[in-house]
């Protein structure tokens, strides 16, 4: 796969556009305008009220979106806003599968390395992906489930294998042979007492037992299966990682363009006071600002507050003490990713995903576990034996030996047999579908990927053009409102057309990387080659 690499603007384009404005909180806004339109003579109670309907909408709606002013430009910003909260859906409820009986849930936790330091850590991808790879709970409690499994693998084995046991014993026994019906004329029945040393040696061993090697066959693929799954964990791992690094990385974008908001809305309030108190605007101009003003700063403290959150998942995903302050250093900047061919891609997934290896693992120990099921009405062909040294004393002993062979022939089981056979059958069947529906579960992954990552691709470079757009129309309503040539109607409504394009893109570009990390799970690539993937290759 290739792609060609076509850098439109990244993150760093929101910082340099200033004047932007948060979308959340604009949906009021048009109303509230056209009230205040009709009530030049507005009095100081209803500009309270509008604060209050302001501050009502944001806290029962913190990512509602804003509908287009008439004559704006600018659109809805639902559909882009939705991918950010979808990231954070599968941030808190971690995405993709894997074949290991570990909770999905768990890859959201880990285990908490050291204590803060104190300081603020700068933290980047690759520092993030070492430290879940590492502390990740699902990651930990797999490889624990691959070592159970070798210990049931171990189990089994010992039954093909020699067993040897030693024993000593010290005997001391009176006897009354009276007791027993032994009553002998002139004779005395209690014999002793005496004492017995007995140093003895055991060996016992299955010479055939077929089902005992088909179980051991089926633990040793369970085993496999355990170790592949506990490798795909680790993609799971830097999905979810990933993940939550872009999130964080969206929310510190998000803040950037809004406080540059706050800003120009500041300057627009402070524009209007001035122009207010010289008598060349009316009241309405200044309360519009006030309130365009204050909305931004209510937009900044809720986006403070979700950045605060998915840092805190990201730490609890990696590993890092909750009260560790940490700074995001790398950026998520747009690289495209062209040329993706399905089919190619389904073909090397087959190859790399161990997920299905995994699977194909279980199908292996489902077969060996069946004929196991079956082998039981064979005869099981055995052999024990002990050595020891017995006498009264150490010094009064002499070797003795037993030496068994033994065939044992299964004649009246029948309802046992043919139930275990039903058993291992149904396992049997069970295994084969997982199996095939995994893998088309992998290809449907794939080609839903590949049509994300194109999608994203397009709302991108729809996303940069809309905050040119918008720019362009923003510049010139200031131009008009500072001319004196109109008032700051057309600034509000501009600069909430700016800040819906950023929105827009912000989203795009996390929905473009997150598509891109997600194709790179789907082939079973993520852990190795996730930056080839978030970079462009």
Known sequence: MCCVSTPKAGLGTIRDMTQSKAAQSRSSAPLSRRFLATNAALPAFALGILFASHASAQQSSPTSTPVATAGSGATSTGAASQQVASGQSNLYNASGSNGATVDQNSFKGSLIDGKSTGTNLPLSIDDAMSRGLKQNLGLILQGASAQSANGARLEQLQQLLPTVSAQVSYTVEQVDLAAFGLKIPNFNPIIGPFQVFDF?????QNLLNLTALDQYIASKHSFNAAKLS????????????GNAYLLCV??????????SALKTAK????????QHSAGTAPRLDVLRAQVDYQSEQQNLISSVNQLAKDKIALARAIGLPLDQEFTLTDTAPYQALDHLDPNLSFDQALKTRKDLAAAAEQVESAQATRKAAYADRYPVLSAAGNFGDLGETFGHSHGTYTATGQVTVPVLQIVKDRGEQQVANASLEQSKARLSDSTQ?????IRSSILDIQSAAKLVEAAHSNVVLATEALSEAQQRYHAGVADNLPVSQAQTSFEQANDQYISALYQHNV??????RALGVAQTNYKDYLGGK
């Open 200 to 204: 003895r040696a055991y060996l016992t």
């Open 441 to 445: 579960q992998v290809n449907a992954d």
């Open 515 to 520: 598509a891109k990390l997600s194709l790179a």
């Open 267 to 274: 300057l627009t309030y402070d524009q209007a006071v001035d």
């Open 230 to 241: 506990a490798v795909d964990a680790r993609d799971m791992v830097v999905l979810t990682v």
């Open 250 to 259: 969206a929310d510190a974008a998000r803040i950037e363009a809004i406080n």
